[in-house]
């Protein structure tokens, strides 16, 4: 998996950001797809969880009405829109697959491998 575009992303509170990740190898719309952040100090979390069967889409309460994860599976691309962004959602964002999970479970059990993240900065 790839960032799209990596490297650090600052932005102002009450903005918006959009990451996206690109899949090689692999036949996306097999996958579960998901975003995971870690904010400074605390432990990485699921925030958005999508699986390629079951219909719930999974959103951390903390993210629910403001981000919004997509997939693209012809083009093997996923991404998070990130609207009303706070300073608590600061941390490094993690994309991720796994085969043959749900989106709640994804989310809440997390994944085996993980990238090396992006970072997000919202501060003013």
């Known amino acids: 998996l790839q960032f799209v575009e990596s490297g650090e992303h600052l932005v102002q509170p009450g903005g918006s950001l959009r990451l996206s990740c690109a899949a090689s190898g692999l036949t996306l719309g097999s996958y579960a797809i998901g975003w995971f952040r870690q904010a400074p100090g605390k432990e990485r979390e699921g925030i958005s969880c999508m699986g390629n069967t079951d219909t719930f889409i999974y959103y951390v309460d903390s993210v629910k009405g403001r981000f919004t994860i997509s997939r693209d599976n012809a083009k093997s691309t996923f991404s998070l829109q990130m609207n009303n962004l706070k300073s608590e959602d600061t941390g490094v964002y993690y994309c991720?697959?796994?085969?043959?999970?749900?989106?709640?479970?994804?989310?809440?059990?997390?994944?085996?491998?993980w990238g090396k993240g992006t970072l997000v900065n919202v501060s003013s």
């Open positions: 991720a697959v796994d085969y043959g999970r749900t989106s709640r479970s994804m989310c809440i059990y997390g994944v085996d491998s």
